[in-house]
């Protein structure tokens, strides 16, 4: 049986083998759309070539490294 991560009660993954077909776009609505439900979200991308989360989110002046909550 896995250990899985601790506090975290389910896991989701979007992913493609190409680039360029709006997995961010999914991932950054489907935690929107998760959030009205109540539920408390996290997200990781893993995109070095263009985080585009940011810039979905309308998060200006926050270094990669910083973590708060919108």
Same mark, same amino acid.
């Given at each position: 049986?896995?250990?899985?991560?601790?506090?975290?009660?389910?896991?989701?993954? #979007?992913?493609? *083998?190409?680039? *360029?077909?709006?997995?961010?776009?999914?991932?950054?609505?489907?935690?929107?759309?998760?959030?009205?439900?109540?539920?408390?979200?996290?997200?990781?991308?893993?995109?070095?070539?263009?985080?585009?989360?940011?810039?979905?989110?309308? #998060?200006?002046?926050?270094?990669?490294?910083?973590?708060?909550?919108?």
């Amino acid at each position: 049986m896995s250990q899985g991560i601790a506090g975290v009660s389910r896991l989701l993954a #979007v992913s493609s *083998g190409k680039g *360029g077909v709006g997995k961010t776009t999914v991932t950054v609505n489907l935690a929107l759309a998760l959030t009205q439900t109540g539920a408390r979200v996290g997200s990781f991308d893993a995109d070095v070539q263009g985080p585009n989360v940011p810039l979905l989110l309308g #998060v200006r002046g926050i270094e990669p490294s910083e973590s708060r909550e919108l």
